[in-house]
Protein backbone atom coordinates (compact mmCIF):
# COMPACT_ATOMS: atom_id res chain seq x y z
CA UNK A 1 0.00 0.00 0.00
CA UNK A 2 1.28 3.30 -1.28
CA UNK A 3 1.64 5.42 2.06
CA UNK A 4 1.18 8.27 0.92
CA UNK A 5 -1.20 9.66 -2.49
CA UNK A 6 -1.39 13.28 -3.50
CA UNK A 7 -4.33 14.36 -5.65
CA UNK A 8 -5.32 18.35 -6.96
CA UNK A 9 -2.39 18.95 -9.47
CA UNK A 10 -3.34 20.13 -13.20
CA UNK A 11 -2.86 23.22 -14.93
CA UNK A 12 -3.66 27.11 -13.54
CA UNK A 13 -3.00 30.47 -14.79
CA UNK A 14 -0.62 32.68 -13.14
CA UNK A 15 -2.57 34.30 -10.91
CA UNK A 16 -5.09 31.34 -10.00
CA UNK A 17 -5.12 29.10 -7.32
CA UNK A 18 -4.76 25.60 -6.87
CA UNK A 19 -5.27 23.06 -3.38
CA UNK A 20 -3.26 19.88 -3.06
CA UNK A 21 -4.17 16.83 -0.88
CA UNK A 22 -2.57 13.89 0.49
CA UNK A 23 -4.32 10.74 1.79
CA UNK A 24 -1.97 8.95 4.25
CA UNK A 25 -1.95 5.77 5.49
CA UNK A 26 0.39 6.19 8.38
CA UNK A 27 0.38 7.90 11.03
CA UNK A 28 3.13 11.00 11.57
CA UNK A 29 4.33 13.54 13.90
CA UNK A 30 4.63 15.67 10.63
CA UNK A 31 3.85 16.28 7.38
CA UNK A 32 5.50 18.26 4.40
CA UNK A 33 5.56 19.48 0.88
CA UNK A 34 8.43 19.55 -1.60
CA UNK A 35 8.70 20.12 -4.91
CA UNK A 36 10.96 19.64 -7.75
CA UNK A 37 11.20 21.86 -10.48
CA UNK A 38 12.90 19.67 -14.16
CA UNK A 39 16.62 20.18 -13.41
CA UNK A 40 16.60 21.21 -9.55
CA UNK A 41 16.60 19.54 -6.54
CA UNK A 42 13.76 19.16 -4.32
CA UNK A 43 13.35 21.73 -2.13
CA UNK A 44 11.37 22.14 0.75
CA UNK A 45 7.99 23.73 0.47
CA UNK A 46 5.97 23.76 4.00
CA UNK A 47 5.91 21.39 6.87
CA UNK A 48 3.03 20.79 9.74
CA UNK A 49 3.72 19.44 12.67
CA UNK A 50 0.88 17.14 14.44
CA UNK A 51 -0.79 19.80 16.64
CA UNK A 52 -1.30 21.95 13.86
CA UNK A 53 -0.12 24.84 14.80
CA UNK A 54 3.52 24.40 13.96
CA UNK A 55 4.06 25.55 10.33
CA UNK A 56 7.38 26.55 8.11
CA UNK A 57 7.42 27.92 4.91
CA UNK A 58 9.49 28.84 2.23
CA UNK A 59 10.09 32.37 1.56
CA UNK A 60 9.22 31.61 -1.86
CA UNK A 61 5.96 30.61 -0.81
CA UNK A 62 4.91 31.93 2.80
CA UNK A 63 2.27 34.40 2.42
CA UNK A 64 0.78 32.42 -0.62
CA UNK A 65 1.06 28.86 0.47
CA UNK A 66 -0.90 27.20 3.39
CA UNK A 67 -0.68 23.71 5.01
CA UNK A 68 -3.58 22.08 6.88
CA UNK A 69 -3.68 18.54 7.99
CA UNK A 70 -6.30 16.57 9.46
CA UNK A 71 -5.53 14.33 11.84
CA UNK A 72 -8.91 12.68 12.04
CA UNK A 73 -9.03 11.90 8.58
CA UNK A 74 -5.52 11.47 8.65
CA UNK A 75 -5.18 13.87 5.38
CA UNK A 76 -2.90 16.50 4.66
CA UNK A 77 -3.73 19.50 2.11
CA UNK A 78 -1.22 22.56 0.52
CA UNK A 79 -3.54 25.75 -0.34
CA UNK A 80 -1.45 27.85 -3.01
CA UNK A 81 -2.52 31.01 -4.06
CA UNK A 82 -1.31 33.63 -6.45
CA UNK A 83 0.46 30.88 -8.49
CA UNK A 84 3.72 31.93 -10.28
CA UNK A 85 5.21 30.10 -13.09
CA UNK A 86 7.91 29.35 -10.72
CA UNK A 87 5.94 27.65 -8.76
CA UNK A 88 5.54 24.90 -11.32
CA UNK A 89 7.16 21.54 -10.65
CA UNK A 90 6.27 18.31 -9.34
CA UNK A 91 4.97 18.13 -5.99
CA UNK A 92 5.60 15.84 -3.16
CA UNK A 93 4.12 14.96 0.24
CA UNK A 94 6.37 13.75 2.78
CA UNK A 95 5.36 12.43 6.23
CA UNK A 96 7.74 11.80 9.10
CA UNK A 97 7.58 9.99 12.73
CA UNK A 98 9.71 11.89 14.87
CA UNK A 99 9.92 15.85 14.92
CA UNK A 100 13.33 17.38 14.34
CA UNK A 101 14.38 19.94 11.27
CA UNK A 102 11.10 19.60 9.21
CA UNK A 103 12.50 21.50 6.39
CA UNK A 104 15.28 18.58 6.24
CA UNK A 105 13.66 16.21 3.04
CA UNK A 106 16.24 13.60 4.16
CA UNK A 107 14.45 13.13 7.46
CA UNK A 108 11.39 12.06 6.19
CA UNK A 109 10.15 8.56 6.51
CA UNK A 110 7.21 8.44 3.79
CA UNK A 111 6.77 10.01 0.49
CA UNK A 112 4.10 10.09 -2.14
CA UNK A 113 4.49 9.92 -5.75
CA UNK A 114 4.25 12.86 -6.55
CA UNK A 115 1.93 15.66 -8.84
CA UNK A 116 2.47 17.88 -11.37
CA UNK A 117 2.24 21.26 -11.23
CA UNK A 118 2.24 23.39 -13.81
CA UNK A 119 1.76 27.05 -13.80
CA UNK A 120 1.04 29.34 -17.39
CA UNK A 121 2.14 33.20 -17.63
Not at 29 to 39: D, H, L, N, S, V
Amino acid sequence: QVPLVESGGGLVQAGGSMRLSCAASVTSYAMGWFRQAPGKEREFVASINWSGRGTNYANSVSGRFTITRDNAANTGALQMNDLKPEDTAVYYCAARRQPGDLRAAGDYDYWGQGIQVTVSS
